[in-house]
């Protein structure tokens, strides 16, 4: 379990600069948060995930960040952190993963659509590079479990090192 938040800045600096977000999870290396030592970048290929675009390393195993939300309605705090997160932990790509039904909000406020959400955050995320938006949990359908989301991105991409980047009010 790795752990990093604004406390925590000046014993991790070496992982850049960063927002609130915290790395909770990587399936396969717990222990590999930051860029490996003598890293000194990759060369940069693109490849096709779910019809979406995707920019990958040419070697290595893909990194991957979720983070997922109910993004209702999303903000720039969510685009920093998933910023920050990206070049803090060198990843090749950020998932703002947007929750079909948020099973901690549901019946307690007012929920817009998840199809709206979608387009708002995919709206966000349109000039950002190494950021893109998911409809995984919208197509799955129901109540939106992180587990159950994890479980599913590690059966479609195995190769794949996982990262789960929450907000700070996770």
Request: hydrophobic share 40%; proline share 5%.
């Amino acid at each position: 379990l790795v752990t990093y938040s604004h406390s925590h800045r000046t014993e991790l600096e070496n992982l850049g600069s960063a927002s609130f977000f915290q790395v909770i999870w990587n399936r396969d290396h717990p222990d590999r948060c930051s860029r490996p030592a003598g890293d000194t970048g990759h060369r940069w290929a693109s490849s096709r995930v779910r019809g979406a675009q995707m920019t990958v390393r040419s070697r290595g195993p893909r990194r991957i960040g979720v983070f997922g939300g109910t993004f209702d309605p999303p903000h720039i705090g969510h685009l920093v952190a998933a910023i920050d997160a990206r070049q803090a932990l060198d990843l090749d790509v950020v998932l703002l993963v947007v929750a079909n039904a948020p099973w901690q909000k549901v019946g307690s406020r007012l929920v817009s659509p998840a199809e709206d959400r979608y387009a708002m955050v995919q709206a966000a995320v349109a000039d950002a590079p190494g950021l893109e938006v998911s409809d995984i949990e919208m197509r799955r359908g129901g109540l939106s479990y992180t587990a159950d989301t994890l479980e599913a991105l590690a059966a479609d991409h195995p190769e794949a090192e996982l990262f789960l980047v929450l907000g700070n009010d996770a």
